[in-house]
């Protein structure tokens, strides 16, 4: 059962290596489906500049800072629907990461950001909380290993903690901890594991709950 990491913020969890390896492979399999359409990866423009990261969305588009059915700030078109495997996972890991039975109970996430981050890319911190439910961020990664910096919910500020999430890594962020800032401040090339399924970059996903209707 996986203890409360005494370094990290209460509703703050962390799961190394949670994939498997084969786990891994047909979640990259699935991405390529994804950036095929009907809406392209694309980095998302934040005040006119384009973010490092790429991103395309299931269930809901996200665009600074709002959702959205149709990627409107991409060719219009409407976004894929939420797998239902992907909330079956969201919820078990919710149930691995805090080791609660019942955690993953109601859980039924609606939209995921899946983010590409190529050698170069980087994210500031930032909250998410474009959602209107304070349910759990489930974020899952494959491919290369980055410095994960997670913070608090005040500012962008120290106090902070800097982890590695690695090809398979499982990190949760609800509770006390659901609005804190966080970012990555850099990917380590060459890090991915063989097997892993891809060959170069990191994949991001963060499923949530949107709160939203329609
Ligand atoms: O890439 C990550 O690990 C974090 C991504 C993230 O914070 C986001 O998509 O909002
Ligand atoms: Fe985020």
Redesign the pocket.
Known sequence: MPRPDPGLPEGAHYVARWLTLEQQRWIVGRFHEWTRGPVPIRAAKVRGTEMSVRTVCLGWHWRPYRYTREAVDVNGNRVLPFPDWMVRLGRSALVAATGDPRAGDGYTPDTALVNYYDDAAR?GM???RDERSAAP?VSLSIGNTCRFRFGNTEHRNRPYRDLDLASGDLFVFGGASRFAY?GVPRVYPGTAPEGCGLQTGRINI?MRETGLEG
Do not use: F, G, R
Request: hydrophobic share 30%; net charge negative; charged share 15%.
């Open positions: 994210m930032h909250q998410d961020v966080h963060t």
